[in-house]
């Protein structure tokens, strides 16, 4: 049992955070491990949750996407023009701002899979392209959204806000689609060896474009979320995210190589990043260190990722 802990990132990440839990209620006793202060913890990283999971799938097949956060924030603020200056229904603004994520990510997997255009470059063009798109949809910010988009984030349920069972159960579908769906296991192939991959008959840029879209769709639903629990859209909403999501992946077990990572890696990454921001808190350390702290947990990450894989070959 210890030498999988120890051999599995998956199971030691688990392991690390439950130390870490243990060591944060002992320390703090009347903050940390109270309802009020854990249900925070995992509202606060429902968001980034959702959005690891898209690029837990995109890592597992070799590429990622640095315009997450933008998507968020540019998603979020479709819906929100939509309703408040067009007075689209609800679920209509919902329906057309998911459809805008697909087409985001159609434009990157397709760029990215079928005119070879590096995803780091094409990602990063994106990214500058949605944030001031976002800037033009929703200016400094757009309030007083209708009630039943804003009972989307807002109601509880069991006393838990609703964004945190969104994302256990994208978590709980992804992982079951991943572990048990052939055209879902291919990415691992993909990922693993391309070339390979494509001679063995799967239409591998086909799977690339549809894992870009599929991670545009979380993180539009993510940016949903996001508004309706805020109660508006801000272009600014979203910054930063892309640097969180791939060190919570990459933390998770996901290899910048590719090939590798699991669905439940993605929570426990994020989860991970959580409890360190939520103990900084706590501990009433400066928010100038958090990303400096962020910064360093990345470093980490990358050097274990090359660290296991010179282990392997």
């Known amino acids: 049992m210890i030498k999988k802990i120890l051999q599995d990132r998956v199971y030691f990440l688990a392991f690390v955070i439950l130390v870490v839990c243990i060591a944060a209620s ?9 309802f009020e202060n854990l249900s925070q913890l995992l509202l606060n990283l429902s968001i980034d949750t959702i959005v690891a999971v898209g690029m837990m799938l995109l890592l597992i097949s ?15 603020g479709i819906v929100a023009h939509l309703m408040f200056f067009m007075e689209v229904p609800v679920p209509i603004a919902i329906g057309l701002g998911l459809i805008a994520a697909c087409f985001v990510g159609w434009i990157n997997g397709y760029l990215i899979a079928y005119q070879g255009i590096n995803p780091l470059i094409q990602t990063l063009a994106m990214m500058g392209i949605l944030r001031g798109g976002a800037l033009l949809v929703a200016g400094s910010g757009i309030h007083n959204l209708p009630y039943w988009f804003n009972a989307i984030g807002q109601s509880r349920l069991l006393g838990i806000q609703m964004p945190v069972w969104y994302m256990i159960i994208i978590v709980l579908l992804f992982t079951f689609l991943v572990n048990k769906s052939i055209f879902y296991r291919r990415y691992y192939y993909i990922g693993g060896n391309e070339k390979a991959a494509e001679l063995s008959g799967i239409r591998v840029k086909k799977m690339i474009m549809i894992a870009f879209v599929i991670s545009a769709v979380l993180a539009g639903i993510a940016g949903i979320l996001l508004a309706s629990r805020l109660g508006a859209a801000m272009s600014t909403l979203g910054r930063g995210m892309e640097l969180r999501v791939i060190t919570a992946v990459i933390l998770g077990g996901a290899s910048l190589t590719g090939g590798v990572g699991k669905i439940p890696g993605a929570l426990l990454g994020a989860l991970f990043m959580g409890i360190v921001a ?7 350390i400066s928010g100038l260190w958090q ?11 990358v050097w274990l990722d090359m660290f296991v894989q010179r282990k392997n070959k």
């Open 62 to 76: 070799g590429v990622f996407d640095l315009s997450v956060g933008s998507i968020v924030a540019f998603i979020s």
């Open 26 to 34: 002992i320390l703090f006793p009347r903050n940390f491990p109270t």
């Open 278 to 284: 939520n103990i900084m808190v706590i501990s009433r």
């Open 291 to 301: 990303d400096i702290i962020l910064g360093v947990i990345l470093i980490a990450a």
